[in-house]
């Protein structure tokens, strides 16, 4: 059998994983492990093949000596996995859409298409894009996500493919947690696999668990070799899950030194933001910024957008809200994209200029037509919420009314998201809600108890303190003083310096007694 073309039947030695790929159970991985073991490459043998970084000794490589079949020479990626049904035309295009995937940079999804059609049955070509749709978390992108999950499942898969093509069945069914279960024991096996890496982070930050980023990557970190082609990348993340685990300063140094490697990569840029946004170093952050500008502002960075609104932010720390409110007129509605996850960056940041007293004219109406048919009330918590500002803000208070229906169908379902869309999901919305209203004390109590899982929405933590944000706010408003003047001096004592927060004590100790 070649290492191309359409699946066989069940004397197919790749059958049986195929068949068992949906199970995630330890009886599962271990019988893959066995089975495995006697035909594929171990990590120690493919990490030997990497202490050459030559490109032209790559693509073409001889199956390991042990395998139990004959095979043809079978293509590789530049980090050395086997790739079924590719060619080295194919491969030179699928490299270039994985190095865009993992930097946020570059035409991932043309280049995984460019790849397909110099090979038809390359089947990572189709699991590459459906891994850049499925994690848009949009409801369109997931179908497309699904279809080429499909499509995959028709070629010849290898160990490797077929692990992928596991966890994406579980994320475009919504199983995320499933899907990074998947992930995580394949990383164990594969710890070169960026594709997997990446698809793990995204997943994982979509459940609120960015602290497995680094602890999975730091597991694989030994096993690279710093002149190893996307050991940036790596490194990259793992800065990123020590910033969200809290650990700012070896954050800050690894991404420094990854954001050296990498100039162009989304991720160090943005991990240093973040330890400058949790610090209160506002005025580094907006340095750092401008020095590198001209890397992270290019029309090839897909996600500058969120460049731009951690910049908006440190403006926001300086109490430069005109400032904030022109990179949301500017940069912001320029870079945006239709998906969900693009357009919550312009809704965090206009909603707070909003509780600011900030005069947000036709901006809201404007978002809002942007959100319709992004966020479902079934796909994503996160970007319901955000949908439901925008929606509420520009005066659209039925939308929210039907989003809310959607949600509470959506928690009574078998779905992955059910307990969070009930627990947490939904009584956010209804605070939301009652803050538009002026019902800030129904807000208040709403969002008080919520606030100890608010971690499960995903997302990081600059990107959820919107919502404690709103809670704080909603309590001076209510006339909480020892609600507000507790949750500003929980705020002042990470950033003491920031105007917002100085703002929320002076209004809450305004309040009589
Ligand atoms: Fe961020």
Known sequence: MGCSGKRGGNDDPSFIYLGAIQS???LFWSSLWAVSRSRFRPIRRAFSCFSSTSTDRRHVRKRPVNARHSFAAMTQDVQGHDLSGATTEAVTAYDQAVRA?????????????EAS??????????????????????????TEAKALVETAGSLMLNEREQAHRAALTHLVQGSRAAAVAVLDRHLMRYPFDLVAHQGAAVT???????????????????????DQPGYGTLLAM????????????RAEDESRAAAELEPLSFWPHHTVAHVMEMTGRPEDGLGWMAA?????????HMNQVHIWWHKALFHLELGQHHAALAIYDGPIRATQRPVALSLTNATALLWRLDTLGCDIGARWRDLAASWQGH??????????????????????EALVERRLQAMREASATTIEAAGLYRTVGIPIVEALAAFHRGAYLEAVELLLPVRFDLWRIGGSHAQRDVIDWTLTEAAVRAGQRDVAVSLAHERLATRSRSAPNRRFLRHAEAIPD
């Open 238 to 249: 793992h800065g990123f899950g020590l910033e969200e685990a809290g650990d700012y300063t």
């Open 101 to 113: 995937f993992n930097l946020v940079h570059g035409n991932a999804v043309g280049l995984f298409e």
């Open 24 to 26: 995630t159970s330890p």
């Open 117 to 142: 059609q110099a090979a038809p049955d390359f089947a990572m070509a189709y699991l590459g894009k459906a891994w850049v749709f499925a994690l848009a978390n949009d409801p369109g992108l997931m």
């Open 375 to 396: 966020a479902d009330g079934k796909c994503l918590v996160f970007t319901d919420i955000h949908a439901a500002m925008a929606e509420l803000r520009s005066g659209q």
């Open 204 to 226: 994982d930050g979509f459940l609120g668990r960015f602290p497995w980023v680094r602890d999975r990557s730091a597991r694989a970190l030994p096993f690279w070799s710093k």
């Open 292 to 300: 590198r500008e001209a890397l992270w502002s290019s029309p090839g």
